[in-house]
Every structure is written in C-alpha cells, then in structure tokens.
C-alpha cells in the first residue's frame, strides 16, 4: 500500500500570500489531520477532516482553513501568510474514528 | 487543557547502552499510547504503541510501559545503535470524545559510535 503523500514537499512565498497544501492518505483511509511542527512549539494540531466534515480544529487563527474531498484527499489553505507561518506541514492519516495514525513526509514551507 | 509533557528534551548515549524517554499525561480519558521517530527530513513514523488495557509491549529492542494509575508511559531501546539516531514523539488519544492525538514536545537521541 503506498503511504501518505504531501504535493509539494516544498515552498517558498512572500508575506501577504497565501498557499494551498495537498495531502493523499492512504487508500482506505477516510480521516486526515494537519499539523504544523516548527523547532520552538512541536507538533501543534491544526485540524482533522474525516468524510468529508471538520471534525476536530486546533487553536490556529481563521487564516488557517481545510478541506476534504469525497476521495479522502485533502487540502490546507493559509491565506496572508506572516513570517512566522514558516514551518513544516504534516498530513496524517488513519482508517476510522480512531486508529493508528501515519504521517506523509511533510511540506516544508518558507515565507520570507 | 489537555497536555503531555516528554522528557528529556535531549538525551546522549553511547552506542550499545540503553536509552529511556518519559512521558505523563493529563486527560484521564486518554487509552492509546503511540511513539514515533522522526529522522532528519522526513515525516514521523510509528515505531511502537500500546492501548491503555496492557502495561507492556515489546518489539525487538524497542518496548513501552504504562502506568495508568501515575498517568506515565516510557519508551525503551535497548542496545541503541548510530541509526536509533533521531526525535521521538510520544502521544496520547483516546477512544472517545474528540479523537485527538496530544503530541508531547520530543526528544532528541543521540548514540555516539
């Protein structure tokens, strides 16, 4: 089975723009969730998509926003990026309500 | 709110010794313990994990113990090895309620040669 793929797994933008990640779970999975890791904060959980609803949300402004298509693929958007948005962007995802969860490789994604 | 803490943050050891990573939790709801390795450019993977009804896996040279009662799980490799190199994460979820997993802030390991 082929694992959780990210597309691209990297990004350069200027402040003030905004970006679209795409992830790809696992085939079969029908939950994905997004975090963002940065060296100072860890792994900080950005919300969960599971058939096609929000199902979980982290403490992330409103610029921070998701969504879940019918084939369980996922895109996060992040509209006015600021620098501090720089960070990698982990897609995870797992078969159920609840279930072991595996993570893609990530997007790293750099504002200047 | 919510929240695991992960100790130490770094930890050394030498090639061959054992190296043990803490973490406690606070949700009392929480019943699935998983532990990932994340190398240098890569995403994290799961290595191990355990759900709240066993106090012990193993798997190899990796196990995971848990105390429900102190709300403590750690994480044991044995005869570490240069490629045990890495940050690990450990996690809490539960069954029930919001699903979430809550990450604990890693650990660096290093095993010196």
């Known amino acids: 089975k082929a694992g959780v793929t990210q597309t691209p797994r990297y990004l350069i933008k200027t402040r003030g723009q905004q970006v679209t990640l795409s992830c790809s779970p696992i085939?079969?999975?029908?939950?994905v969730s997004w975090y963002q890791q940065t060296p100072g904060q860890g792994l900080q959980f950005l919300f969960e998509y599971f058939s096609e609803t929000q199902r979980n949300k982290g403490n992330f402004p409103g610029r921070f926003s998701g969504r879940q298509f019918s084939n369980s693929r996922s895109e996060m958007n992040v509209s006015t990026l600021e620098l501090g948005d720089s960070a990698l962007y982990l897609c995870?995802?797992?078969?159920?309500?609840?279930?072991?969860?595996?993570f893609g490789p990530g997007t790293r994604l750099t504002v200047l | 709110g919510e929240n695991v803490e992960q100790h130490p943050s770094t930890l050394s050891v030498q090639e061959g010794d054992s190296a043990v990573i803490k973490c406690t939790y606070s949700d009392s709801a929480s019943n699935y313990f998983p532990w990932y390795k994340q190398e240098l450019g890569k995403g994290p993977q799961l290595i191990i994990d355990?759900?709240?009804?066993?106090g012990e896996k193993k798997d190899q040279r990796i196990a995971v113990t848990l105390n429900k009662t102190a709300k403590h799980f750690s994480l044991h490799i044995t005869e570490t090895q240069p490629e045990d190199s890495a940050v690990y994460f450990c996690a809490a979820g539960s069954t029930s309620g919001t699903y979430k997993y809550i990450f604990g802030t890693g650990t660096r390991l290093k095993v010196l040669a």
């Open positions: 355990i759900r709240s009804n066993v």
């Open positions: 995870a995802s797992r078969q159920d309500g609840f279930g072991t969860q595996y």
């Open positions: 085939s079969g999975h029908r939950s």
